[in-house]
């Protein structure tokens, strides 16, 4: 920021003062400013740098609220004060999650058999030492039963660039989706535990600057299956394997700059990952994939806003395990909105997704007999226009009929905004047969 051409209007930042972050170390603030003690700027570039850094914490999700003001900037030396308004850091939490890939199959396919929950408990830490770290411990029971352990560790070193990680998971399964048969999951269950899994892998993070970061990470993968799936599909693990074993390294490249990172309005992002697995000559699996992923963010006028996210991914060779093989569909943020109650098994796809939104309320709920974090809860409701377009290759498609043809949904929806990351999405949608019908999702950016 500093400039060794001065300008006449020059403001020189004196000192910063921050207040409210009880649990927060100041570094951490500090990193996110994009400014520090002794840097110079002018009065006409003053407001945007403050509404940066502001925007900068409330995109740690360390705070519900955060002010960046300039005080005495009369003056040609100014003092930066930042208020900043911490979350509610530790949440033990019941887990409740469906066996299937979303809330519509549960509903519709599965006709809401309360036996298909998982439950549990979990103890998710945010900000464990003050440096927004993150420890997470839970265990699952009911249909099918799971535990794990992470924790990361970011802000290391003296540009706090560096970031650690961890994380163990272990679990079980009464029922193996075994294959995919008319773009549908195909189950198989039996008596006791079918499938048994086991996933370990350390992580390093390096953020080059505010916006960009770099993701490596190395894990080791493990699964078994009973001999009813393997002789149900030879091609589950391959070659007829009852169990596989690999390792998988992966990269991710990401930049982001956006207004909120869970709920972007204005901005742009890009992000490309490569997973290889199969590092040595002794693994089970030989995959090598590539995922990209652009979006960009715009206000086009007074509370209405327009996006476009457009992605695709490759796996090669072509021909994978059926555990690998799936790309789209699986979860929820790799679909086709409208097409949620199908998968697409293939080697590459390619989807643009659009929405036209419109701000209907943006208020806050007071709600006094919960503790402070939670009393003033913000809450913001969209209206939106859809519209989803895709392709998906698959050169053994067997029953599957909606792979390698051109694919579109369109419809509308509310979003619901909130507090802690919390998104709750309602969408009508039709697609190209002109089948229509009503889909729910709930996000929990934690």
Not at 115 to 135: A, C, E, K, Q, V
Request: charged residues 20%; glycine residues 6%; proline residues 3%.
């Amino acid at each position: 920021m500093a400039s060794d051409n001065l300008q006449l209007n020059q403001l020189v930042i004196n000192s910063i003062i921050i207040t409210g972050n009880k649990k927060t170390k100041q570094t951490v603030i500090l990193r996110e400013l994009g400014f520090k003690v002794g840097d110079t700027t002018t009065a006409a570039q003053l407001p945007h740098i403050l509404k940066l850094a502001e925007r900068q914490l409330i995109n740690t999700s360390l705070f519900l609220t955060a002010e960046v003001k300039a005080i005495n900037s009369a003056s040609a030396n100014i003092i930066i004060n930042i208020i900043v308004k911490e979350r509610w850091y530790v949440f033990p939490a019941p887990v409740f999650s469906l066996a299937d890939q979303n809330f519509n199959v549960w509903w519709t396919q599965q006709m809401r058999q309360l036996d298909r929950i998982n439950y549990g408990m979990s103890i998710d830490y945010n900000n464990f030492t003050g440096h927004n770290d993150h420890l997470s411990i839970g265990f699952q029971t009911g249909y099918n039963r799971a535990w794990g352990i992470f924790y990361n560790r970011p802000n290391i070193g003296k540009k706090q660039q560096h970031e650690f990680g961890i994380q163990a998971m272990r679990g079980k399964t009464r029922e193996v989706n075994y294959a995919s048969v008319n773009d549908k999951k195909a189950f198989i269950k039996q008596p006791g535990f079918i499938k048994s899994y086991s996933h370990n892998k350390i992580y390093y993070s390096y953020r080059q600057n505010l916006f960009l970061r770099h993701y490596f990470s190395v894990g080791i993968k493990a699964e078994k299956v009973a001999d009813t799936v393997a002789k149900l599909n030879p091609n589950y693990f391959g070659h007829g394997k009852k169990n596989i074993l690999y390792s998988e390294f992966v990269y991710r490249f990401s930049f982001n700059k956006t207004n909120n990172i869970q709920y972007p309005l204005t901005g742009k992002t890009f992000f490309a990952e490569l997973v290889r697995c199969g590092i040595s000559k002794n693994d089970g699996l030989n995959l090598t994939q590539l995922k990209m992923e652009t979006a960009i963010f715009l206000k086009l006028f007074h509370k209405t806003y327009f996006n476009t996210q457009l992605s695709t991914k490759i796996i090669l060779p072509k021909t994978q395990p059926f555990i690998r093989a799936g790309v789209l569909g699986y979860n929820d943020k790799e679909l086709i909105r409208g097409l949620d109650q199908f998968i697409f098994d293939g080697n590459a796809y390619t989807v643009i997704r659009t929405n036209l939104k419109r701000e209907l309320l943006n208020t806050d709920i007071h709600l006094k007999p919960l503790p402070a974090a939670f009393k003033k809860m913000p809450l913001k409701v969209f209206a939106k226009l859809l519209f989803d377009a895709g392709y998906i290759n698959n050169h053994l498609p067997g029953s599957n009929r909606l792979v390698n043809r051109y694919l579109y949904t369109y419809g509308a929806g509310i979003d619901l905004v909130s507090y802690y990351d919390i998104n709750v999405t309602i969408e009508y949608t039709i697609n190209q047969w002109h089948l229509n019908g009503f889909f729910f999702r709930v996000k929990f950016g934690l």
